[in-house]
């Protein structure tokens, strides 16, 4: 494992911080949607031998899965601009034993990777939080070999995010996740723009498919939006997207659909995307 602080990182955290219950809430949504991840990288062809970028790692969740799939004779560029984050990874690497992750400081709108040097790209959950995707792309699809994939799973029609029976207060929350994303920069239907901006920047669209997941409160993957919900609706009330009747009303709510099982949560559809760079 080696690190490199090619530019300094971000001055500024992402929108759901980067605090420890942040970090455990990535690795819970990681084993949540890790075969969907698996099953995306085997299409986009990462196998032994190859030099991953993963771009946004955070703490390093699929970091380290990417680095068991690449082997020793591959490598894992696992960039992010959250220093804790990559503290963490750091630490994972040294305890796990892991010496095929290279750690990068830096924010992914500003990347300077060398051409053709990568043998795939991998982009989970963070060009819906930065402000300029296309810059993030642009830089990939310079550093991608021709042939080489770059895989994104992301959301689009964020708003679709609905418990039913429906809630009017589970609304107004989802309507302030929105508008909060987006006053940080952020934009939670990226995959809406993705099939213009690949061709901005001449990568070719292979594939484009979304998945549709509900959970009743019994299930693992209520668990996913209860740990958001929990963490992030106090921020949302701080930073003035919510009042704290609101979040009175949300927790008495969810709290009493969590006890119901007739209730059941529909997830924000996360797409998968491919794209390739031609040879
Ligand atoms: C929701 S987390 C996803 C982490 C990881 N991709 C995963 O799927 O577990 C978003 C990550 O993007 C990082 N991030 C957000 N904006 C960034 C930027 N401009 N430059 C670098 N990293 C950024 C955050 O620090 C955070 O680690």
């Known amino acids: 494992m080696s690190t490199t602080a ?3 990182a971000v ?24 075969a969907q ?10 196998r032994p031998g190859c030099t991953v970028l993963d771009i946004g790692c955070g703490p390093g969740f699929a970091t380290f899965d990417l680095a068991a799939l690449v082997g020793s004779a591959g490598r894992v560029i696992a960039v992010d601009s959250s220093k804790r984050f990559l ?3 750091r630490a994972q690497c040294a305890a796990r034993g892991v010496g095929n992750v290279e750690l990068l400081a830096a924010d992914v709108g500003r990347l300077e990777l060398p051409a053709r ?8 959950w963070v060009l819906c939080f930065v402000p300029d995707p296309a810059a993030v792309l642009r830089a990939v699809a310079h550093a991608l070999r021709p042939g080489a994939a770059l895989a994104v799973q992301d959301y689009f029609d964020y708003a679709s995010l609905t418990l039913a029976p429906r809630s009017p207060v589970f609304a107004r929350i989802v309507d302030a996740v929105n508008r909060s994303w987006r006053a940080h920069g952020g934009d939670p239907d990226v995959v809406g723009r993705l099939p213009q901006l690949f061709a901005e920047c001449g ?3 292979r594939e484009l498919r979304p998945h549709l ?15 958001f919900f929990r963490n ?13 009747q609101d979040q009175a009303d949300f927790e008495s709510d969810w709290a009493e659909r969590a006890r119901d099982p007739n209730s059941f949560f529909v997830a924000p559809p996360v797409y998968d995307v491919l794209a390739v760079k031609p040879r």
């Not at 001055?11 to 890790?34: F, I, K, M, P, S």
């Not at 997941?213 to 740990?227: D, I, K, S, Y």
């Not at 992030?232 to 704290?244: C, I, K, N, S, W």
């Open 6 to 8: 090619a530019q300094p």
């Open 11 to 34: 001055d500024h955290e992402y929108v759901l911080g980067t605090n420890e219950a942040e970090l455990e809430r990535l690795g819970l949504q990681h084993r949540l949607w890790g």
């Open 37 to 46: 991840a698996y099953a995306l990288w085997e299409r986009a062809g990462f």
């Open 87 to 89: 503290d963490h990874v």
């Open 117 to 124: 040097s990568l043998d795939g790209a991998y982009a989970r």
């Open 203 to 205: 990568l070719e669209l």
């Open 213 to 227: 997941r509900v959970a009743r409160p019994h299930e693992p993957l209520w668990q996913w939006p209860a740990t």
């Open 232 to 244: 992030f609706v106090p921020a949302m009330v701080r930073e003035g997207f919510l009042t704290a």
